[in-house]
């Protein structure tokens, strides 16, 4: 689809920002209004675009430059949305779907979106439990160089994991006890690797994200370094940013 159009963002209707922005294939983003909306875009070069790192990146830096600019009520659109012309958007999406675009502008106001990934050590987190868990350690000490049999193994690998799930869900209440009475809304996302035992989206006020970066800050630090934090405070709000399903 040579010459398409790429898709970024919408703007609601009172917003007009001047751009002079570096879009994917380093073309000018501009923007276009259709219905009383802003559609923020750029010209492809490519009839579809891989979600790369380089280019999965780009899209999102465009919104977050945009948002930058003093512009932060923006719905973002899903990376690769190429379209042929605007009448396919206004049949598909302003037309039939104006009104809950509205509604969205409205929720989002004054919002941003923060996240937070929480890491720990498996074998480090093992290790701390054997020497807290008295009980534990000396179940593993008394089974330790004997011929177990397969319900000895199954019973002192439940009791371990039961033992961990427990530890990490202690962490994780006490990130979400600090956090979550700061957020309008959350959203907690599947965790991705074997080590991260918390991944989180939240809503919150524009105002409130030194509070919430602070908050994060204090509760690590009551964990002695044990815990790998991936924050990140500006970002297109794209888990809260969702259309109702079409009937």
């Not at 919002?111 to 020497?131: A, D, G, T, Y």
């Amino acid at each position: 689809m040579a010459n398409g159009i790429y898709l970024y963002g919408i703007f609601p209707p009172s917003q007009c920002p001047d751009l002079h922005l570096e879009g994917l294939d380093h073309q000018p983003v501009q923007m276009c209004e259709l219905d009383d909306f802003m559609f923020l875009y750029s010209e492809t070069q490519q009839d579809r675009y891989l979600a790369s790192r380089k280019n999965l990146l780009g899209h999102e830096r465009v919104l977050e430059q945009v948002m930058q600019q003093g512009h932060p009520t923006l719905l973002p659109l899903q990376f690769g949305l190429i379209i042929s012309d605007w009448e396919m958007v206004r049949q598909q999406l302003t037309l039939p779907k104006g009104d809950s675009l509205k509604q969205l502008f409205s929720k989002l106001e004054g919002l941003r979106e923060v996240s937070i990934k929480i890491f720990w050590e498996p074998e480090n987190e093992l290790e701390l439990l054997m020497q807290e868990n008295e009980s534990l350690r000396t179940e593993r000490d008394r089974l330790e160089g004997k011929s177990l049999s397969m319900d000895q193994v199954v019973k002192i690998g439940q009791l371990i994991e039961r033992e961990m799930e427990e530890r990490k869900q202690a962490i994780v209440t006490q990130f979400q006890e600090a956090l979550n009475p700061l957020a309008i809304e959350i959203v907690e996302n599947d965790v991705l690797t074997d080590k991260m035992i918390y991944n989180a989206a939240y809503l919150i006020p524009w105002d409130a994200e030194p509070q919430f970066g602070e908050e994060i800050e204090r509760v690590d630090s009551q964990f002695e370094n044990r815990l790998r934090l991936r924050y990140n405070n500006f970002t297109a709000p794209f888990n809260f940013a969702q259309l109702p399903d079409a009937n």
